[in-house]
């Protein structure tokens, strides 16, 4: 069994920045495809940014430049350093850990951007 917890979520103005992060427990982590996904209501959840075991990256084109995902294997911690935010960043973002078939979710943070 899996499970991650998010934190780092939170209010902040256009142009600042939040790091979140994803501890994750159990044994998986090292060998997981570690991804953050977000989540606006009414909207299908989109892909923000994916890092493999082997710490290759891939990030959508709306965050690409100023989301940056990394992972530290010791601590079973990924994160995503987001910066220059803009209100259209503003959703509920999961840590999501994928081995395989099987593919495993946090409970969500939040993150507002606002005026």
């Known amino acids: 069994q899996v499970q991650l917890v998010e934190s780092g979520g939170g209010l902040v103005h256009p142009g600042g920045s939040l790091r979140l992060s994803c501890v994750a427990s159990?044994?998986?982590?090292?060998?997981?495809?570690m991804g953050w996904y977000r989540q606006t209501p009414g909207k299908q959840r989109e892909l923000v940014a994916t890092?493999?075991?082997?710490?290759?990256?891939n990030y959508a084109a709306p965050v690409k430049g100023r989301f940056t995902i990394s992972r530290d294997n010791a601590k079973k911690t990924v994160y995503l350093q987001m910066n220059t935010l803009e209100p259209e960043d503003t959703a509920v973002y999961y840590c999501?850990?994928?081995?395989?078939?099987?593919?495993?979710w946090g409970q969500g943070t939040q993150v507002t951007v606002f005026s």
């Open positions: 999501n850990a994928r081995i395989g078939a099987r593919e495993y």
């Open positions: 159990g044994t998986i982590f090292n060998i997981a495809t």
């Open positions: 890092i493999t075991s082997g710490g290759s990256t």
